[in-house]
């Protein structure tokens, strides 16, 4: 029997709708990280925009997704210079021997499937590493898939095939990472900090993105 045009179009679009993705996200700019320390005396905000990584995820299955996201510790901007060598050197992140932080997916429950243009929450399961440190954690997440289109040319002129758009906020602990806050700042320094991760990944069309 010999399908028409239009069913085998349709019977290639099913079979393709339901294959893994693969998502890169660029340090372009594009993304952000952001921990927020709020401590008695001080109030401190790091942001940098060095964020890289790929996720893998079937839009129909998405429990099956895999991750991993980087952030560069060195990137991290927290409005004053001699605060920031402090926040590379050996006693806090030390971006030496530790440049990423890491975050590795291992599973995506309470999502059952990605609708194009509309905003679902589930929770990330994986493995967080901050300075070389690595613990298992859950975090919510928030994510967006935005297929490519007129409309979205228009409002990302720079990308040029879908966006996927994956946010999350979380509590740490930093003598969880191994980092000891010396008596005399914990007035300034709080031992949970609040920690922000917004990403934007592209679909891989082997195309270098612009910045």
């Given at each position: 029997m010999r399908l028409s045009p239009i069913v085998a179009l349709t019977?290639?679009?099913s079979v393709a709708s339901a294959e893994a993705v693969l998502y890169k996200v660029n340090a372009t700019g594009w993304s952000r990280?952001?921990?927020e320390s709020d401590a008695p005396l001080?109030?401190?905000v790091g942001i940098t925009t060095k964020v890289d990584g790929v996720i893998k995820v079937d839009r129909e299955k998405p429990a099956g997704a895999t991750a991993k996201i980087e952030i560069d510790v060195?990137?991290?901007n927290t409005g004053?210079?001699?605060r920031d060598g402090h926040l590379r050197s050996k006693d806090w992140l030390d971006a030496d021997a530790h440049p990423k932080i890491t975050f590795e997916l291992a599973e995506i429950t309470g999502l059952d499937a990605l609708v194009p243009e509309k905003y679902v929450k589930a929770n990330a399961e994986g493995?967080?590493?901050?300075?070389?440190?690595t613990r298992k954690v859950t975090v919510p997440v928030r994510v967006g898939l935005f297929t490519y289109s007129e409309k979205l040319k228009k409002l990302m002129p720079y990308v040029s095939s879908d966006?996927?758009?994956?946010?999350?906020r979380f509590d740490?602990?930093?003598?969880?990472?191994?980092?000891?806050i010396p008596e005399m700042l914990g007035l300034k320094v709080s031992e949970v900090v609040k920690v922000r991760v917004d990403a934007t990944a592209v679909r891989d069309t082997g195309v270098k993105p612009k910045e």
């Open positions: 019977a290639l679009s990280a952001t921990f001080e109030s401190i060195a990137g991290f004053n210079s001699m493995k967080l590493t901050i300075r070389g440190v966006v996927l758009r994956v946010s999350t740490i602990r930093l003598s969880d990472y191994g980092v000891k």
